[in-house]
């Protein structure tokens, strides 16, 4: 190739990537605008909002989920919070995550998690986990872990129960009587009482944010099962995390771009091989082609867990998360078990709006990620645990059975890089198959029990 064409080539490339970045760049900008200005209806606002319309209003694992899976995670995108009393949350609504087999700790001085004493089969259960959220007004630590899946989610409303003023009065005295705030140093925070208290700020701020999320807001969560040492890689980041703010000189500052609700959540998983961290220290420019966006984050989680590499070793190897996931914990991220799901806003409701408003960073013309949520919350292999089984279970036979010559024995031996790596992946989709035939098999039998105890068996 003569030196002409080689420059001639470099200067295409360069203008391609100039038009990606500028486009990249300019829809960064967009969201940003309507982030920061709350734009939610019209031609702008409303195509980064996901409307009612567009997603299934309820959907929950199946509840033997519980007894099948002993540890899994749940990262949730809540839904702009909007008091009947007047006033709003940001138009991104919020993050939080959910750590089944994680109990908060209730000896320590502050905010710290723990292996739960047992593993639990009801959501019901105080063992069960813990809910973690940050807060904006949080000083001397980064987040809050609020005891049990019913105080966390549903604010111990019972399905069908109006949400009532002496109700929501009720959960914030149940929260603090609990100990979720034990600890918890707050900076200012917007309030019209006479004095600031603990009881006022977990009424005006917390609520319906930090727990009993289903008072006022819609979650859309994407559910990944891990293994217990995975489980205590998220517990220590997330200790050492509040450590490092309740032990040290340095107060925690609230950032929407650089440090916000979404930041913590995305690195705990990082920190067991999930997938790779996003840096509180990125310089401006980079972090408008990164949005921490929680619906954004969410969705990303979920489509890793239904549709990521799992087939080829090559591929799995190529992502360093994936990589050492496999080999140090015995696990990937695409794997039967990964589900979404959605809660709505309790109702009848007296205290919040339950119109819903989910804010996504997308390009505002193609609407991409609200498609993909529509996608994998339309396609029973992400929403219905037996569907979800039986598409792994076909996937894991496929790579087992199929004809890929890299697999070959003589092709190994004539030199592959991979070699070690691809023997073990096999290995563990073949565990993986005796897994999910079992949980099969452990499935019929809860559904036959539960048609008997019915009087249809």
Not at 41 to 47: A, F, L, S, T
Request: aromatic fraction near 8%; glycine fraction near 8%.
């Amino acid at each position: 190739m003569s030196p002409a064409s080689s420059r001639g080539k470099a200067r295409r490339a360069l203008r391609a990537l100039v038009v990606v970045v500028l486009v990249a760049l300019g829809v960064s900008l967009i969201a940003l605008v309507a982030l920061f200005l709350g734009l939610e209806g019209g031609v702008i606002g409303g195509r980064f909002m996901l409307k009612s319309d567009e997603i299934i209003a309820e959907n929950q694992p199946h509840p033997a989920y519980e007894q099948l899976f002993p540890y899994y995670v749940e990262l949730c995108a809540l839904s702009q919070w909007r008091p009947k009393s007047g006033g709003t949350g940001g138009v991104a609504g919020h993050a939080v995550m959910y750590l089944k087999g994680a109990c908060k700790d209730e000896d320590a001085p502050f905010p710290q998690l723990r292996r739960c004493g047992v593993v639990a089969t009801e959501l019901d259960d105080p063992l069960h986990g813990a809910g973690l959220s940050v807060n904006r007004w949080f000083r001397n630590v980064n987040w809050v872990a609020t005891p049990g899946y019913e105080l966390f989610y549903d604010g111990n409303l019972a399905p069908g129960e109006g949400l009532t003023r002496a109700h929501r009065d009720a959960t914030v005295r149940d929260a603090i009587d609990r100990g979720v705030f034990d600890g918890v140093e707050l900076h200012e925070y917007p309030t019209e009482a006479a004095q600031r208290s603990l009881e006022d700020f977990v009424a005006r701020e917390s609520i319906a944010t930090d727990f009993a999320l289903r008072f006022g807001r819609t979650a859309s969560c994407a559910r990944l099962p891990v293994t217990s040492p995975m489980l205590d890689e998220i517990i220590t980041f997330l200790n050492d995390k509040n450590r490092e703010y309740a032990t040290g000189e340095a107060d925690y500052n609230w950032s929407g771009t650089a440090d916000n609700c979404i930041h913590t959540l995305r690195n705990a998983l990082a920190a067991a091989n999930v997938w790779s961290p996003l840096s509180v220290r990125a310089v401006k420019l980079r972090r408008f082609f990164n949005l921490a966006v929680p619906a954004n984050q969410m969705m990303s989680l979920a489509i890793l867990g239904a549709e990521g590499p799992v087939e080829d070793y090559s591929k799995i190897v190529e992502r360093d998360q994936s990589r050492d996931a496999l080999h140090e914990f015995g696990w990937l991220p695409t794997r039967h078990g990964a589900l979404v799901k959605t809660l709505p806003l309790h109702t009848p409701n007296d205290m919040y709006d339950t119109s819903f408003r989910l804010f996504v960073a997308q390009t505002p013309l193609r609407r991409k990620k609200t498609k993909e949520a529509v996608r994998l919350l339309s396609d029973e292999r992400f929403v219905d645990l037996r569907a979800n089984l039986l598409y792994f279970r076909e996937k894991y036979e496929r790579i087992l059975t199929s004809g890929d010559e890299r697999a070959d024995g003589m092709a190994l031996l004539r030199g592959d890089p991979y070699r070690r790596g691809r023997r073990s992946h096999r290995t563990y989709i073949e565990a993986q198959l005796v897994e999910v035939e079992d949980m099969l098999d452990r499935l019929d039998a809860a559904d036959t029990s539960s048609d008997g105890a019915d009087g249809k068996g």
